[in-house]
T-cell receptor, first 115, second 113 residues
């Protein structure tokens, strides 16, 4: 079974609008971390945001926020006020305490921002 | 600049040839990783090294070997390249229990013909 599921292979959003990228995860660990990475067409992996399983508040970093719903095992990324430069692949990842700290990635969502 | 440096950036191999992908980090991280990225598959872990002198298999280790030469360097070797190993390879490193995930290298695009 997949540990990280991203159900949206591709999405479109109008410039300046908000967009939510979905991510659900599967773990039996109580302690884990959830991450989002951005991969633009140039190919590098850029860390965006982190949420710990014990964090009570949703993580925010500038225009990025993580909608963490622990009971539903979801960790959706919300990008506010989309910009053309947000067009990229976005990967959700999880790091379990019981997996020696290895990051497990979802298959990604390709976001396209329309002017 | 601090970070993870991978070489080469691009490589074309013939089936059966061997090569080593090099990776070095200057952040004094303990853990280092090799991933491959294929279209529609996300990133999959090939091998990792939790500390100098130790290496372990990840999800897709077949056809690869690794060496943790010292704390800074972690190399990935293809002994006999196959077309199925055509992929983009990423090296990454992290401190233990980091809240910031991994720092990635810029990737190596490998084509095996």
């Amino acid at each position: 079974a997949q540990k990280i599921t991203q159900t949206q292979p591709g999405m479109f959003v109008q410039e300046k609008e908000a967009v939510t990228l979905d991510c659900t995860y599967d773990t039996s660990d109580q302690s884990y971390g959830l991450f989002w990475y951005k991969q633009p067409s140039s190919g590098e992996m850029i860390f965006l945001i982190y949420q710990g399983s014990y964090d009570e508040q949703n993580a925010t970093e500038g225009r990025y926020s993580l909608n963490f719903q622990k009971a539903r095992k979801s960790a959706n990324l919300v990008i506010s006020a989309s910009q053309l430069g947000d067009s990229a692949m976005y990967f959700c990842a999880m790091r379990e305490r019981g997996s020696q700290g290895n990051l497990i990635f979802g298959k990604g969502t390709k976001l396209s921002v329309k002017p | 600049n601090a970070g993870v440096t991978q070489t080469p950036k691009f490589q074309v191999l013939k089936t059966g040839q061997s090569m080593t992908l090099q990776c070095a980090q200057d952040m004094n991280h303990n853990s280092m990783y090799w991933y491959r990225q294929d279209p529609g598959m996300g990133l999959r872990l090939i091998y990792y090294s939790a500390s100098e002198g130790t290496t372990d298999k990840g999800e897709v280790p077949n056809g690869y070997n690794v060496s943790r030469l010292n704390k800074r360097e972690f190399s990935l070797r293809l002994e006999s390249a196959a077309p199925s190993q055509t992929s983009v390879y990423f090296c990454a490193s992290t401190q233990d229990r980091s809240n910031y995930g991994y720092t990635f290298g810029s990737g190596t695009r490998l084509t095996v013909v």
